[in-house]
């Protein structure tokens, strides 16, 4: 148990080479948590844009070690909408079936963020549950990253800028700075969609300071193929599919938002 919590302690201290031999000592004993150092270096991987290994470890999960969160996550990233959300509805249907309150919000969270890069329609009614699954838990994080999701589903109109600077101010306020990079990656669809290629650039450079010690250095990719950038040096991200697959995915749901607004205007 003291190796796992250590191991976790460096985790969140981004002391990422430390908590995965933490992990995997964990994990190699077969103890009761086994599962949960598994699952630590499954996200570990994904972190570090590692998705294959994090794809792999997947099956060797199950409920305890939260596979179809897992699963969503590394398919939102690839721009994969549709099976992201049926990784997340099987999450929280599974939770649903344990009982699990706070899981259950936590998928839903997942959910909308997954389903607002693509049908900010639907978005919004999956917004709509998951604060009502959120009221009364103890999830500052999750109530966060759905104020994230409002901004993706509203990119491209309003005063999405003006709000995620308040939103900014409210992570620093929750202690919450990981959520930074969720507020960058929605203003680089923002600015993706509304082509405004100075934002743009400014907001990539806050990624990647955001981002350099490892953790979520896909964001500041993913920030590029939404603007059919090129990158500026070769990525050390590993896709679970070719790069040109995920570019291809990201830019096709930022010209299928532009193409909704134009529809509408």
Not at 10 to 27: I, P, W, Y
Not at 111 to 135: C, G, I, K, Y
Request: proline share 2%.
């Amino acid at each position: 148990m003291a190796l796992y919590y250590r191991a976790k302690a460096h985790k969140d201290l981004s002391q990422n080479d430390a908590a995965r031999t933490g992990m995997q000592q964990v994990a190699d004993t077969g103890g009761r948590l086994a599962v949960k150092a598994r699952r630590a270096l499954a996200n570990l991987a994904r972190l570090a844009g590692d998705f294959p290994t994090a794809l792999a470890a997947v099956p060797t999960l199950g409920w305890k070690g939260r596979h179809h969160r897992v699963l969503g996550d590394i398919h939102w990233s690839h721009a994969d909408t549709a099976a992201a959300i049926n990784a997340f509805e099987a999450g929280r249907a599974e939770a649903e079936q344990h009982g699990a309150t706070g899981e259950r919000a936590m998928m839903q969270v997942r959910l909308a963020l997954a389903v607002s890069f693509a049908d900010p329609d639907r978005a919004a009614d999956e917004l709509t549950l998951a604060h009502q699954f959120l009221e009364g838990l103890d999830q500052r994080s999750n109530t966060l990253l759905a104020q994230v999701v409002a901004l993706i589903k509203d990119a491209g109109t309003g005063d999405v800028t003006t709000r995620a600077e308040s939103l900014r101010t409210d992570i620093e306020t929750a202690g919450l700075p990981f959520l930074h990079r969720f507020v960058e990656l929605a203003l680089a669809f923002h600015h993706a969609v509304c082509g405004e290629d100075q934002d743009l650039a400014a907001t990539i450079g806050r990624l990647r300071a955001l981002t350099a010690t490892g953790d979520f250095a896909y964001f500041a990719d993913i920030a590029h193929f939404m603007a059919g950038l090129a990158l500026p040096e070769p990525s050390m991200i590993r896709w679970t599919r070719s790069e040109d697959a995920v570019r291809a995915a990201w830019r096709g749901l930022v010209q299928t938002r532009q193409e909704r607004l134009l529809a509408g205007s």
